[in-house]
């Protein structure tokens, strides 16, 4: 029997969308929601791990759906919801803390990175986050989950927890272990102040990212300023891997103009960082800035937006609550 395809994402409402997250994540939500059921959600939960302002956070929810809508999702297809207004969410990941080990989190590189030097000071949540992960995913018995490569463990760990549920319960394929959906080319876009660390919300220069919401002007600026050698562009794609600023900066290239890298490469190698900015920035500047202009207009009526998680709200309720009594019955919880 082949088993009912299902999506599964997740975005934090922590602040502006880059292009980190347009390329790998956002892009690919819209395009999987032409083949397939799909369910994306605003994961408020996950963002209060570390603290955030409550009147900002409620902005930001409503920023990040109309990033999702801007980007192409459609709210009739797929079903847009905030993970908050779904307990099932977190009822199924105090389960499943039950079922994770504390040996496997403590592998989890992404706590070790954002929890930094002082580990004793980091919330509980932080810590315990890739379970709310797993009970997200689980939550729905979704069998594919589109993610960038920084969320590779994390997916790893969903696996091997719904693979312990099933043991444990005997219920075996009970929980269907989730595929990650990885973009091939540019799984990770990488800061533009410095080609080893990913491009993220949390990095203090606001010129290390473009945001989905950047002027053109912007665009033009920060591009301009991306880290580059004072070398020209290199002539082979080894050469280029040893330049990880030049790398990203042609990745992304490459991945906005769906071409081929080797095809990008000839175009530019041999030539001066300013023309690879020049040709990169009008690219973007076309991709992006529509998106933003979108975003915006979208914030203008934000009764729209509610009235998009609420509807979001009561289909995914419907699914959590029908799979969260089969999963108290496995459980023994009466
Ligand atoms: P978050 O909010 O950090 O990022 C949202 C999505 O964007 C991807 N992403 C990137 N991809 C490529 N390059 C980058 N520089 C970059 N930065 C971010 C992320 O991989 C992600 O796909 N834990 C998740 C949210 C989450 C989730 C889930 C995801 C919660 N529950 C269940 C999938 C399924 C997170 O913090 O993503």
Redesign the pocket.
Same mark, same amino acid.
């Given at each position: 029997m082949t088993k009912k395809k299902l999506v599964?994402?997740?975005?934090?409402p922590t602040g502006n969308l880059h292009l980190?997250?347009y390329? $790998? =994540?956002l892009k690919n939500f819209v395009s999987l929601q032409k083949e397939m059921n799909c369910i994306y959600c605003v994961?408020d939960l996950?963002a209060i791990t570390t603290f955030q302002n409550p009147t900002e956070l409620q902005k930001n929810v409503l920023e990040t759906v109309a990033s999702f809508i801007a980007t192409g999702l459609n709210p009739d297809k797929s079903i847009l919801f905030n993970q908050s207004s779904v307990s099932g969410h977190a009822e199924l990941a105090w389960i499943l803390n039950c079922v994770s080990r504390i040996g496997w989190l403590n592998r989890m590189t992404q706590f070790k990175d954002k929890a930094g030097s002082d580990k004793e000071k980091a919330s509980v949540g932080l810590y315990i986050y890739p379970n709310l992960?797993a009970a997200?995913?689980l939550l729905y018995k979704a069998t594919h989950?589109p993610? $960038? =490569?920084?969320?590779k463990q994390?997916l790893e760990l969903s696996r091997d927890i719904a693979q312990k549920f099933n043991n444990d319960f005997n219920c075996k394929d009970f929980f269907p272990l989730p595929d990650p959906l990885i973009p091939k080319n540019?799984?990770?876009?990488m800061s533009l102040r410095d080609g080893t660390k990913?491009?993220?919300k949390s990095e203090e220069s606001d010129y290390s990212r473009i945001n989905l919401r950047d002027s053109s002007d912007e665009i033009s600026k920060k591009i301009k300023k991306a880290k580059t050698n004072s070398e020209q562009i290199p002539v082979s794609l080894n050469e280029l891997e040893k330049r990880p600023e030049a790398l990203n900066l042609i990745n992304i290239y490459t991945e906005i103009s769906k071409t081929k890298i080797e095809k990008v490469l000839n175009e530019m190698s041999g030539k001066e960082y300013s023309f690879l900015k020049m040709k990169l920035t009008e690219l973007l500047i076309s991709e992006i800035t529509p998106v933003g202009k979108e975003i915006e207009k979208l914030l203008k009526d934000k009764s729209h937006l509610e009235q998009i998680l609420k509807k979001g709200k009561e289909k995914a309720n419907i699914i959590a609550e029908e799979n969260l009594k089969n999963i108290r019955e496995k459980v023994g919880l009466i």
């Open positions: 599964f994402s997740g975005v934090q980190g997250n390329l $790998g =994540a994961v996950h992960m997200d995913i989950v993610v $960038g =490569a920084d969320q994390h540019v799984s990770r876009v990913k491009m993220s």
